[in-house]
T-cell receptor, first 119, second 116 residues
Framework: AQKITQTQPGMFVQEKEAVTLDCTYDTSDQSYGLFWYKQPSSGEMIFLIYQGSYDEQNATEGRYSLNFQKARKSANLVISASQLGDSAMYFCAMREGHILTGGGNKLTFGTGTQLKVEL | EAQVTQNPRYLITVTGKKLTVTCSQNMNHEYMSWYRQDPGLGLRQIYYSMNVEVTDKGDVPEGYKVSRKEKRNFPLILESPSPNQTSLYFC???????????????FGDGTRLSIL
């Protein structure tokens, strides 16, 4: 079963508008972390924001915020005031907290959402 | 500057010719990992290492080998590359904190491999 689902292969947004990128996840662990990464056309992976499963507040980092709805198992990324430089592929990823195994450090990725910001 | 360095960034080679992609990190991280990225599939883990001399398979280990003789280095070896290993490869590292999930992984800039 897919653990991270990103249902939007591509999104368009106008400059200065806000956009929400969807991410749902599946885990039976109580302790886990959710991450968003940005991949511009140059290819590198840029860490954007993190949300822990026990965090009560939604994470925010500048123009990025994470809309975390634990009961619905969703962790949507909100980008406010979009800029042309936000055009990129965005990946949602989950790290499950298995204390006894090295697999607990593994990131499981979704298939990504290609965001295009237009003038 | 804290970084993960991969080499080469680009490589075109032929089927069966052994190759090694190097990965080095300067953050004294215990955990290192290799991923491959393919269109429509996201990133999938190939191998990982918890520390020196400790490695294990990820989700797609077939056709790859790794070693961890030093903490900072984690090379990916393709003994007999095949065209289905054409992909974008990423090395990543993070501190290992007993399974605590809060550390983001630091990624290298990626290596584009084309196997003809």
């Amino acid at each position: 079963a897919q653990k991270i689902t990103q249902t939007q292969p591509g999104m368009f947004v106008q400059e200065k508008e806000a956009v929400t990128l969807d991410c749902t996840y599946d885990t039976s662990d109580q302790s886990y972390g959710l991450f968003w990464y940005k991949q511009p056309s140059s290819g590198e992976m840029i860490f954007l924001i993190y949300q822990g499963s026990y965090d009560e507040q939604n994470a925010t980092e500048g123009r990025y915020s994470l809309n975390f709805q634990k009961a619905r198992k969703s962790a949507n990324l909100v980008i406010s005031a979009s800029q042309l430089g936000d055009s990129a592929m965005y990946f949602c990823a989950m790290r499950e907290g298995h204390i006894l195994t090295g697999g607990g450090n593994k990131l499981t990725f979704g298939t990504g959402t290609q965001l295009k910001v237009e003038l | 500057e804290a970084q993960v360095t991969q080499n080469p960034r680009y490589l075109i080679t032929v089927t069966g010719k052994k190759l090694t992609v190097t990965c080095s990190q300067n953050m004294n991280h215990e955990y290192m990992s290799w991923y491959r990225q393919d269109p429509g599939l996201g990133l999938r883990q190939i191998y990982y290492s918890m520390n020196v001399e400790v490695t294990d398979k990820g989700d797609v280990p077939e056709g790859y080998k790794v070693s961890r003789k030093e903490k900072r280095n984690f090379p990916l070896i393709l003994e007999s590359p095949s065209p289905n290993q054409t992909s974008l490869y990423f090395c990543a590292s993070s501190p290992h904190r007993g399974g605590s999930p809060d550390q983001p992984q630091h990624f290298g800039d990626g290596t584009r491999l084309s196997i003809l």
